[in-house]
């Protein structure tokens, strides 16, 4: 083993979620480890123009909302269009919504379960056929210490429940492709300063107790959450498969 097994040179990463926060974070740093990436969201950013403008033989952007049924598909051909193969998926594109669990409607429940469930199910269901086609490959699923518990003080029974699944998806995901070369792990981040956390972080009354309940007593970073993933992704974790690796600076301790 050398320094080099934590590299992904020559490799190929289609990231969802990728115009801000964890996605943007870890998009920027598979490239710095070698990696080419397709970068995807609903709506391309400032950062994401000027990234793909800086280097277009390295990234490249698609616009695509993960609910659309044909995601997976999109996804899978745009990258192999681009680059011609497709090593790493990262599966990051998330959304939470708060709620009663007896007022929680219809709506609300698709909305969470379809973004941050079906739609991961379907984009991996994708982007596996090259990969059992290359001969291997590598998954990263973004669940949440919100898989393991009640989140507090905001009520988030389906988005609890979307992480829950991810993380179970991860594990036989894990076991049905170990023998063919296809890792497939998730990340578990606690609470990290994104846009995602920042209205609440920014009010104070949550986030107090967020920062509370972490023993290290402050959030985690989007570059933090990068790290993990660039592990799972690359050789340096070569025997790891079916982990949902915690980065929540303590939280689950307890
Ligand atoms: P952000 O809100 O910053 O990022 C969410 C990303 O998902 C954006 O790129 C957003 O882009 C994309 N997205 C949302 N809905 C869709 C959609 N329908 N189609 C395509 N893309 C979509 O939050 P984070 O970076 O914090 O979140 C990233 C992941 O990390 C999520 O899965 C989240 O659940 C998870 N996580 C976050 C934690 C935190 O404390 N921040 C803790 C634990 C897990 P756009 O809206 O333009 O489509």
Redesign the pocket.
Known sequence: MSLSHFRLDGKVALV??????????TAKLFAEAGASVLL????E?DEVRALVASDPARFAWLA?????PT?GEKLTEATLDKFGRLDVLV??????ANGNFHEFDDEQLEFIM???FT?PFRIARAAIKPMLAQGGGTVVN?????GYVANHPQLQVA?NSS?AAIHQMTKVMAFEYAARNIRVNA???????????QGAIDKGEWSRIWADNTPMGR??T?EE?ANCALFLACPASSYVTGAILVADGGYLTR
């Open positions: 969802t979620g990728s115009n801000r926060g964890i996605g943007l974070a995807t969201a609903r709506h950013t695509a909302d993960v609910t659309d995601i599966n990051n594109a998330g959304v939470a379809g973004t941050n739609a973004v669940g949440s210490i919100s988005y992480k990340i578990a981040p606690g609470y990290v300063i994104s846009d995602m956390t959030f985690g989007t959450m």
